[in-house]
């Protein structure tokens, strides 16, 4: 599939880190509750793709899971693409950034959590920022903003 960022991996590799490129663009995972946004609950603001800075999640949209990553119910509608991923065995729901096709993190639906989707959208800190402004314009991104 192709996406409007259509930049090349030796151009990924140019902006990314080792381990953003890793899990952004070979569907890599970091490990549970290490990374900076598990319990990271700001009341206002937007989450961006790491990559490409697209925004995906408003803050509030934000919930605490305990499954060791960050968990929204709902992302920006149209930020997010969905692909069935059928690696290790198992059938998923992958998410990536709908601008780029980062790897986000996978959605699960009917785990019982009380909000309104009934959905948990798991996504590794490492694929995103954080901006205090909604519209993502505050100069200084929180987070995996230095991407070298």
Known sequence: MSYPDGRSDDEWRAVLNKEQFRVLREK????PFTGEFDKHMPSAGVYTCAGCNAPLYKANHKF???CGWPAYFDSIPGAVTRHTDNSFGMERTEIVCSNCGGHLGHVFKGEGYPTPTDERHCVNSISLKFHEKEDG???????????K
């Open 28 to 31: 890599g995972t970091e490990a």
């Open 64 to 66: 605490k899971s305990g």
């Open 137 to 147: 314009s505050d100069d200084k991104p929180a987070g995996n903003g230095d991407a």
